[in-house]
């Protein structure tokens, strides 16, 4: 047991001078900086931010096409419920339409288990968008959304240029990245091996563009909300809470 104490102060210890960069940067914006309790991770938390309370996450991966280590991220919103959008890099997303059709195909399951995360199930319920404005947007990244105007909406504009912008050099071909919006909420999911301040910063200032579109969508929605596809009626999403998402 002490041996064990030991070694986990040690840890501790060494990663927080690995990632005094970070937290003083987060501790500048008036957020809370922790380790997580294993000591190979960290929690930031900013309930003041703008335009949403702010939790940002890096650890172990929660979720089985980000291997290793991820940087997840959520902005509390308060949007329409029904505001259910969703980008994601077009190579995982033709990776889980892989995936999606494997299940549905399998003799042994007559539906994707519940258990499935939504960015899998948003692939066969809502429609895609392929006309994003921008020409490097469209070619990176796939785009899904209740409505294809809602989406059209969220990307073709501020979100647009900073997506086309990030594939540049934070989000390279092919690197896992899912950015949702859903139950009022936005939401980053992208691989980080290793979390470095500057990708940290950028990440967080895409969130909170993708957050400010999401409030000027949001604000075509009527108090009835977008219409559903037949599909969401049939194949309401999982809301199994977790740490982020």
């Known amino acids: ?5 030991v070694k986990h102060w040690l840890v501790t210890r060494a990663n927080a001078a690995r990632w005094r960069a970070i937290q003083d940067w987060a501790e500048a ?7 997580t309790r294993d000591g190979l991770g960290f929690l930031i938390e900013q309930p003041n931010a703008q335009p949403g309370p702010l939790r ?4 172990v991966s929660q979720r089985s096409y980000l291997p290793g280590t991820e940087l997840r991220m959520r902005c509390e919103m308060g949007l329409h419920p029904d ?7 077009r190579a995982l997303m033709e990776n889980l339409e892989r995936a999606v059709f494997e299940a ?13 995360p939504e960015e899998m199930r ?17 070619q990176r990244y796939g785009f899904v959304g209740v409505t294809k105007d809602l989406a059209r909406g ?31 909420n936005l939401y980053l999911r ?9 990708r940290v910063q950028a990440l967080v200032r895409l969130l909170e563009t993708a957050a400010r579109e999401a409030l000027r969508v949001n604000a075509q929605l009527s108090d009835s909300g977008a219409w559903p596809t037949t599909t969401s009626i049939a194949w309401t999403p999982s809301t199994r809470p977790s740490d982020i998402n």
């Open 122 to 138: 948003w692939l066969v319920m809502f429609p895609k968008f392929n006309h994003a404005a921008s020409q490097i947007a469209r």
């Open 83 to 89: 505001l259910q959008l969703m980008v994601l890099c």
């Open 190 to 198: 992208t691989e980080m091996a290793e979390a470095d301040l500057p």
């Open 29 to 35: 914006r008036g957020a809370q900086f922790s380790q």
């Open 104 to 116: 549905y195909t399998d003799t042994l399951k007559t539906r994707v288990d519940t258990d499935t």
């Open 56 to 59: 940002v996450e890096w650890g």
């Open 1 to 5: 047991m002490v041996v064990k104490q």
């Open 154 to 184: 969220w990307v073709d504009g501020q979100l647009g240029e900073a997506l086309a912008q990030a594939s540049q050099d934070l989000l390279p071909e092919g690197h896992p990245f899912v950015l949702m919006c859903m139950r009022g």
